[in-house]
C-alpha cells in the first residue's frame, strides 16, 4: 500500500485512510480503496471539491455509500454557496455586459460597447419610444389622440395637420349632410380642443 489521501471535504463516510489504487494480487485488478474490502475498484469519486478530476476507486456497494455522505458544499458559507451558484451559470466562465460596462465604464473583453451592424437595438429603442406615450394612457389627452389616429407622443403640428385634414374629409360639403360624419366631426373637434389645451 501507497501513502494515505487526505479526507475528502465534508465527507463523514471517511473513518480512516483509504487505499491508493493497489494493483492487488492479480494483475491489472484495481482494488476498491474502503479499507478492508478486497472488491474490484470500478467506480470512481472525486477526492475532494478542490480536485474534481482526481478520484477514488471503489465496488459499486462502497461508491454508493461515499456518494450519499458526499457534501459539496460543507463548511462553506451562503455567500460562498451563492458564488459557486452563479458561476456554474455560466460555466465559470468571465462575462461582461452586453453594452460593455455599467455607469459608462466598460469592462468587455476588448473594452468596447456592442456594436450593432444591423440595428436590431436601435430598431427596439425606436419601437419602445414610438409606444412611449406623451400623456397617460387612460387620460382624455391619450383617448384624444386615439379618435385623431395618431401615435401616443404625435407632436402638436402633427395633431393640426391630421385636424385639418380630418375636417376637410368630414366637412358637409364633403359629406353632402351626412348624420354620422357630422357625429364623427363633432368627436374630432372635442378631441382636437383637449389636445390644443394640454399643448398649450
Not at 484495481?30 to 478492508?36: D, K, L, N, T, V
Not at 467506480?43 to 476507486?57: F, I, K, M
Not at 459499486?60 to 452563479?86: C, G, P, S, T
Not at 366637412?171 to 357630422?182: F, Q, V, Y
Request: net charge negative.
Amino acid at each position: 500500500m501507497s501513502g494515505s489521501p487526505q479526507k475528502p471535504h465534508g465527507n463523514p463516510f471517511h473513518e480512516g485512510p483509504y487505499r491508493t489504487g493497489d494493483a492487488g494480487s492479480d494483475a491489472g485488478l484495481r482494488r476498491c480503496e474502503r479499507p478492508g474490502c478486497a472488491a474490484e475498484g470500478l467506480h470512481r469519486a472525486p477526492r475532494s471539491r478542490d480536485d474534481l478530476t482526481s478520484y477514488y476507486w471503489f465496488c459499486l456497494e462502497h461508491v454508493r455509500e461515499y456518494n450519499l455522505a458526499w457534501d459539496y458544499f460543507k463548511d462553506l458559507d451562503e455567500d460562498d454557496i451563492e458564488r459557486i451558484r452563479r458561476g456554474d451559470a455560466v460555466w465559470q466562465r468571465p462575462t461582461w455586459p452586453l453594452n460593455g460596462g455599467l455607469g459608462g465604464r466598460k469592462t468587455g473583453p476588448h473594452s468596447r460597447p456592442l456594436h450593432d451592424g444591423f440595428g436590431f437595438f436601435t430598431e427596439e429603442a425606436a419601437d419602445q419610444e414610438q409606444h412611449k406615450g406623451r400623456f397617460p394612457p387612460a387620460s382624455r389627452q391619450a383617448k384624444a389622440l386615439r379618435t385623431l389616429e395618431l401615435a401616443p407622443n404625435a407632436t402638436l403640428a402633427e395633431v393640426k395637420a391630421r385636424y385639418k385634414s380630418l375636417v376637410k374629409e368630414l366637412h358637409p360639403d364633403i359629406t353632402g349632410g351626412d348624420g354620422l360624419s357630422e357625429e364623427r366631426l363633432k368627436i374630432i373637434n372635442l378631441a382636437y380642443s383637449d389636445l390644443k389645451a394640454a399643448f398649450d
